[in-house]
């Protein structure tokens, strides 16, 4: 009996300390732990922050490409940045009708580089205080920061702050921002 309970709790020791092993260096997001052996597609599907992005990149149909090999850096809005758009924009864009413009609105908020914030500062202080991030989906984003902070700007000159840097995944990298980047208009 001693001897099974003492195996149990090593096994569930072991298990913690992998888990925990796995997530060192990620922060939280969204209340769950993100882990850098997973896709950037696993690790959003478990954040609450960005069940609105999950959705979105689902009626897009780029489950699949996220998922790939990457290297990718995704600028993650949160939910609270896509109830910032105009009432019913969301709902408008999820339709079936909407996925080719849906799918340029997600792929303006993805470079095909692994980008860490010290990456971006560099490439920064590189271009003198500011940074064009050509995306995936052929907009052009100016990277800047004050304080620590990265911002981008749209082609409409909306600017996301990067609330929460460096989720590592096994395909890239996470910035979690707070507005939506949008396509020239």
């Known amino acids: 009996m001693i ?3 003492l195996t149990a709790a090593l096994t569930t020791a072991a ?3 992998g888990a925990a092993i796995a997530h060192a260096g990620n922060p939280m997001v969204g ?3 993100m882990y850098p052996d997973k896709n950037i597609v696993e690790n959003a599907m478990n954040s609450k922050d960005h069940t609105t992005l999950v959705a979105a990149v689902k009626a897009a149909g780029l489950v699949e490409t996220l998922q790939g090999t990457g290297p990718f850096t995704v600028f993650a809005p949160t939910n609270d940045a896509f109830a910032k758009l105009p009432a019913g924009t969301v709902e408008m864009l999820v339709k079936p009708e909407n996925k080719d413009k849906l799918t340029k609105i997600l792929a ?9 914030s010290s990456n971006l500062m560099k490439m ?3 271009d003198g205080g500011m940074h064009t ?4 989906g052929g907009c052009n984003l100016v990277a800047s920061y004050k304080d620590g ?10 600017v996301a702050t990067v609330t929460i840097a460096d989720v590592a ?3 890239g990298v996470i910035h979690v921002i707070d507005a939506v980047l949008l396509p020239k208009m």
């Open 149 to 158: 902070m990265i911002m981008l700007k749209d082609e409409n000159g909306t």
């Open 3 to 5: 001897k099974r309970t």
């Open 133 to 136: 991030v050509p995306t995936l």
């Open 124 to 126: 920064v202080d590189d």
């Open 169 to 171: 995944q096994s395909n």
């Open 31 to 33: 209340g769950a732990a």
């Open 108 to 116: 303006c908020h993805v470079v095909g580089t692994k980008a860490f």
């Open 15 to 17: 298990i913690t300390l």
